[in-house]
């Protein structure tokens, strides 16, 4: 009795585990896919107008502010459309990215991701990461100064018209140098430069020629427009985020904003916005103190910003004065994140892939599945060797689960009559049987190892596939072209036989189907239960698994189906060595045999 309430018990959590995870997870990672679709198909439809977007300054206080959230709206006297096709630019064609500068306001508002596509169609359009005024969604980055409380000078804002040096787009060759002059004695000179992945250097050097010091604040700030549209994962953090010095990563929701501007004091980090798989980030110079600020504003429309304030700067008559920052704006891929933590001394800027609490798990996994697709050109392949590889790792555990599994097989007929000798005294029942179990050396829970081993394997390779961009529109083989997404395929249109799209809830694909079979499979090694209750779970809980493993992510179908086949060679190889007998075939039959009336019921 015991055992089957333990066994009913361990399915109904798992299937609980299974539809919540289906709930919390796969169902709003689709809604969200869609909605993010839809959105960057808008963000291309407009990403040949181009416009700056006006930031309203703030009024100079005790400290002052690098400019509030932007409000909507375009420069007077002109609709934001027209604006946006009659403002002047300078292109931006690197390795990978693509895109424009604004020269009114100096602003770099439209990068594209050249690697990235909406879809699994190469033919599909890029990614769009920043977008102009007239935009669904606009997102840039400025850089650029502000007056010290109560000045006065004029400086280069968001209807500056900047003049560049020479022609030719910014490359990761070739840097853009662009200059304003206040007619007060103040020339800007603005250096803008890009590496072969994702960083801006952006360098401004003020030249004084009046006959007072200038004192002005260097500031950076992204701002974004708009309601932006998030996963809503509590394993997976969208948006406002940063390292800021000492005080280590802050992970902001857009909601949290609303409440009130976060401010900081720091020496070291960066900050910014991220999405799942792109974020866009300001990297102050990393010895330079600098007040931090996450905000937001309704006025217009909602806008969220992020941006720091350096310590003044002051340019003397006849002297010059520089300042520098960094933007990253792209695709949050492994090892250029690394590289820019390790080689470019950003602080701490692994942390904006989002690891989670256990990325003692995540990580090597991802680099295991990562040296291994370096080696075979395939993240599918690389999932099922390693596979084998955690096979191999827990085979001391999973041999003697598997050993102790088939010595309670060899004692099920001391069991049972054990069972049918004290079956009017339970207590004096258990006694015995765990008396039998020790003599025996036999952990009744063996049964539960391999798969609590499997848990944590299967949490990591669900948030390496979840989280990292590597994975994403990651091709297996055949239908497979994405291992980050569900299998495409479904048994209700016969696998696209009939031309029908069913809803999402009948969506079981081809490799939803082989995992349940290789369950069902691993499961008929044992003969069916005696036990009616049993009897029910083991015949109904492969179909349940394969339902709710069916809107996963492919890859971790495959991984489980893959898991199964290699459990199932591993059982059967030790329970002919302790000497059970393994008929497979007719424990299926045994499952499908219709069972003789009750003659107690007739």
């Known amino acids: 009795m015991m055992d089957t309430r333990n066994t009913i018990l361990a399915v109904v959590l798992s299937i609980a585990?299974?539809?919540?995870?289906?709930?919390?997870?796969?169902?709003p990672q689709i809604e969200a896919q869609r909605a993010n679709q839809a959105t960057q198909q808008a963000l291309t439809d407009n990403k040949d107008a181009a416009a700056p977007l006006p930031t309203t300054s703030a009024a100079p206080a005790a400290t002052p502010q690098p400019g509030a959230?932007?409000?909507?709206?375009?420069?007077?006297?002109?609709?934001?459309?027209?604006?946006?096709?009659?403002?002047?630019?300078?292109?931006?064609?690197?390795?990978?990215?693509?895109g424009s500068i604004a020269l009114v306001g100096g602003r770099i508002d439209d990068v594209s991701l050249k690697d990235y596509r909406e879809t699994v169609d190469p033919k599909?359009?890029?990614?769009v990461l920043f977008a102009p005024i007239d935009s669904p969604q606009p997102y840039y980055a400025e850089f650029g100064f502000v007056n010290a409380p109560g000045g006065s000078m004029k400086l280069p804002d968001a209807s500056t018209q900047w003049t560049p040096e020479g022609e030719g787009p910014l490359t990761s060759e070739k840097p853009v140098v662009l200059t304003w002059d206040n007619g007060a004695g103040l020339t800007f000179r603005r250096t803008i430069s890009l590496d072969k992945d994702y960083m801006f250097t952006i360098r401004d050097t003020v030249a004084n020629a009046g006959g007072q010091a200038a004192t002005l604040f260097p500031y950076a700030l992204i701002s974004r427009r708009g309601e932006p549209h998030v996963s809503g994962y509590y394993i997976l953090h969208e948006g406002?985020?940063?390292?800021?010095?000492?005080?280590?990563?802050?992970?902001?929701?857009?909601?949290?904003?609303?409440?009130?501007?976060?401010?900081?004091?720091?020496?070291?980090?960066?900050?910014?916005i991220t999405d799942k798989y792109w974020a866009a980030t300001l990297i102050p110079p990393q010895e330079t103190p600098y007040a931090a600020r996450f905000a937001s504003t309704t006025d217009g429309g909602?806008?969220?910003?992020?941006?720091?304030?350096?310590?003044?700067?002051?340019?003397?008559?006849?002297?010059?004065?520089?300042t520098s920052g960094r933007l990253f704006a792209g695709a949050k891929q492994v090892a250029v994140?690394?590289?820019?933590?390790?080689?470019?001394?950003?602080?701490?800027?692994?942390?904006?892939?989002?690891?989670?609490?256990?990325?003692?798990?995540?990580?090597?996994m991802f680099y295991a599945l990562d040296f291994f697709y370096k080696l075979v050109g395939n993240f599918g392949v690389a999932i099922l060797i390693v596979t084998v590889l955690v096979k191999l790792l827990f085979f001391p555990l999973a041999n003697k689960s598997y050993v102790s599994m088939s010595k309670?097989?060899?004692?099920?007929?001391?069991?049972?009559?054990?069972?049918?000798?004290?079956?009017?005294?339970?207590?004096?029942?258990?006694?015995?049987?765990?008396?039998?179990?020790?003599?025996?050396?036999?952990?009744?829970?063996?049964?539960?190892?391999?798969?609590?081993?499997?848990?944590?394997?299967?949490?990591?390779?669900?948030?390496?596939?979840?989280?990292?961009?590597?994975?994403?529109?990651?091709?297996?083989?055949?239908?497979?072209?994405?291992?980050?997404?569900?299998?495409?395929?479904?048994?209700?249109?016969?696998?696209?036989?009939?031309?029908?799209?069913?809803?999402?809830?009948?969506?079981?694909?081809?490799?939803?189907?082989?995992?349940?079979?290789?369950?069902?499979?691993?499961?008929?090694?044992?003969?069916t239960p005696t036990d009616p209750a049993q009897q029910i779970v083991f015949t109904w809980m492969p179909v349940f698994f394969t339902y709710l493993l069916a809107s996963f992510p492919a890859g971790l179908v495959i991984y489980w189906s893959w898991n199964n086949t290699l459990s199932i060679i591993q059982q059967t190889i030790i329970m002919k060595r302790q000497g059970v007998k393994v008929d497979l075939l007719g424990n299926i039959r045994e499952t499908f045999r219709k069972k003789p009336a009750d003659p107690a019921k007739t």
């Open 408 to 527: 309670m097989k060899l004692v099920q007929p001391e069991m049972a009559k054990l069972r049918e000798r004290f079956k009017d005294d339970k207590a004096k029942q258990q006694q015995e049987l765990m008396a039998l179990y020790k003599r025996e050396k036999i952990n009744p829970l063996a049964g539960c190892l391999p798969i609590v081993v499997q848990i944590p394997v299967f949490f990591s390779l669900y948030k390496v596939l979840f989280i990292t961009i590597e994975m994403r529109h990651a091709p297996f083989f055949g239908w497979i072209r994405d291992l980050a997404a569900p299998d495409p395929t479904t048994l209700f249109n016969l696998f696209g036989l009939i031309p029908w799209t069913p809803p999402h809830v009948l969506m079981i694909g081809v490799w939803p189907l082989i995992m349940g079979v290789t369950m069902f499979l691993q499961m008929r090694l044992n003969p």
């Open 124 to 127: 599909s359009p890029e990614i």
């Open 240 to 272: 406002p985020i940063g390292v800021i010095g000492e005080q280590g990563l802050q992970e902001l929701s857009y909601k949290n904003l609303t409440e009130g501007p976060k401010t900081f004091k720091a020496t070291g980090g960066w900050l910014g």
């Open 302 to 322: 909602k806008a969220y910003q992020t941006d720091y304030l350096l310590d003044p700067v002051t340019v003397q008559p006849g002297a010059q004065a520089e």
């Open 337 to 364: 994140v690394d590289r820019y933590e390790t080689d470019g001394g950003v602080r701490k800027f692994e942390l904006l892939i989002d690891w989670g609490w256990f990325h003692f798990l995540t990580r090597p």
């Open 69 to 98: 959230p932007a409000t909507a709206g375009a420069p007077a006297g002109a609709t934001q459309p027209q604006a946006s096709r009659d403002a002047p630019r300078v292109k931006i064609d690197s390795e990978r990215l693509s």
């Open 17 to 27: 585990v299974l539809l919540g995870w289906q709930y919390f997870f796969a169902r």
